[in-house]
């Protein structure tokens, strides 16, 4: 049975302290009453990774970075390295985030290197996928998204593929409090599993935790997270107050 996931992506907010208090508060939540139908990851900024690793009940929260560099090592000033990421004990990298392809011009040439780099560290990617408002429009969706996988992930071997996450975020309700439908959210996502079915076999497809984000709250996850190919959510703006994430968490 694959794994329902409710990751929070901080993005760049909160300073180390406001963090750690954060970390503190989504751990006790989640500890007192958190249902356990669902993986609980946070990834914080880069240089929270250590504390929350040590301040959260492992066995309840898991740890993930925002991004790692495309390079092992070396003379690559500002960036950090999948091992690095590993060695904090965080065990999830997000990665191919629309704001890291829009904003920092992640190709798929630089994600097929970090999605490398994460693999062969024992990180699992958490991969996001989504298309622009234009596209959407045109109703190129689904060509845009097979054509994202297909370049990406897809050239995977089937061992590593069964490491990954892939997280559908349509650009257009990434933050825009617009989420997409919840039937535009599970045709996507029945349509991602059909694509991985194809690629990879029917069990490592059946196998593979897909979710959704994109303005995803305390008031829609558990209509979305009903559908049945919807395995859970990467909550942006929602997973920075402890309360709203907590009732996301427990919304399975
Ligand atoms: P949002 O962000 O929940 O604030 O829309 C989701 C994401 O970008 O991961």
Not at 101 to 123: F, M, P, V, W
Not at 131 to 144: G, M, P, S
Not at 168 to 191: D, F, N, R, S
Not at 221 to 226: M, P, T
Request: glycine share 10%.
């Amino acid at each position: 049975m694959r794994k329902n996931i409710v990751a929070g992506n901080w993005k760049c907010n909160t300073n180390l302290q406001d963090g750690i208090e954060l970390a503190k508060a989504v751990n006790k939540l989640v500890v007192e009453t958190g249902d356990k139908k669902a993986t609980v990851v946070l990834c914080p900024p880069f240089i929270h990774l250590t504390k929350v690793v040590e301040l959260v009940d492992s066995k309840s929260v898991s740890v993930g970075a925002q991004n790692c560099g495309a390079e092992a090592k070396g003379a690559f000033t500002g960036e950090v390295s999948a091992e690095m990421v590993k060695s904090t004990g965080a065990g999830y990298v997000i990665l191919g985030h629309s704001e890291r392809r829009e904003y920092y011009g992640e190709t798929s040439e630089i994600l097929n290197k970090k999605l490398a780099l994460a693999l062969a560290n024992g990180l699992a990617p958490i991969y996001c996928c989504g298309e622009a408002l234009e596209t959407r429009e045109a109703e190129k969706q689904n060509e845009w998204v097979k054509k994202q996988l297909d370049e990406t992930v897809f050239n995977l071997t089937a061992e590593e593929f069964k490491k990954i996450v892939i997280a559908y975020e349509p650009i257009w309700a990434i933050g825009t409090g617009k989420t997409a439908t919840t039937a535009q959210a599970q045709e996507m996502l029945a349509y991602i599993r059909q694509l991985i079915a194809a690629k990879f076999g029917n069990e490592i497809a059946e196998g593979t935790s897909i979710l959704y984000g994109g303005s995803c709250n305390a008031k829609n996850a558990e209509e979305l997270f009903s559908q049945p190919d919807i395995d859970g959510g990467l909550i942006g703006g929602a997973s920075l107050k402890a309360g709203d994430f907590i009732q996301i968490i427990n919304a399975f």
